[in-house]
């Protein structure tokens, strides 16, 4: 690959749309997944710029995203910005959930490395042993991550049921 700045505009406009829905899973608002998407591909930008950029870059841009989101666990959740993500993700797969404020602000409950493991599983369909690649940790950490975060999800449904679930 030729590196130029035309090469990296247009690795932005391919993958950036895909890197801010990636951030936004995990972070659970879209200012914040759009902050992890920038700062990702700044990231990028430098080792572009250097000709030393990795042979697969969007893989390379998600795990940079990750780590930066992983990186920081004491954040606390962004406020909710619900209006605006309903508008963002109208051909994602979350526009069939009822209640995208109460998903949304149950994944807010969930440790970064939890939500980090749904993302991984549910959003990427990544297996257990790759996601346990990306976050440095064995496979059966993961599933032990992800089992806790759906039973966190399924005590806060509990708590919450959808209007009609009554069947």
């Known amino acids: 690959m030729r590196v130029t700045d035309e090469s990296f505009d247009d690795f932005v406009l391919s993958t950036g749309a895909s890197l801010v829905r ?20 700044a990231r990028c930008w430098r080792r572009w710029a250097r000709s030393s950029f990795p042979e697969h870059p969007e893989a390379y841009a998600r ?30 797969a979350s526009a069939s959930v009822d209640d995208r404020a109460l998903l949304w602000q149950a994944l807010a409950c969930l440790s970064h490395p939890q939500r980090a493991v749904l993302v991984l599983r549910y959003y990427e369909d990544l297996p257990d042993e790759r996601i346990a690649d990306l976050l440095d940790c064995s496979a059966s950490t993961v599933r032990s991550h992800a089992a806790r975060a759906l039973a966190k999800l399924r005590s806060v449904d509990a708590l919450h049921p959808h209007p009609g679930a009554n069947r």
């Open 22 to 41: 990636f951030g936004t899973g995990l972070a659970g608002s879209v200012a914040a997944g759009e902050d992890l998407a920038q700062e990702a591909l």
């Open 63 to 92: 795990r940079v995203l990750l780590h930066l989101h992983l990186r920081d666990r004491d954040r606390r959740p962004p406020p909710d910005d619900g209006a605006r993500r309903a508008d963002t993700f109208v051909d994602d």
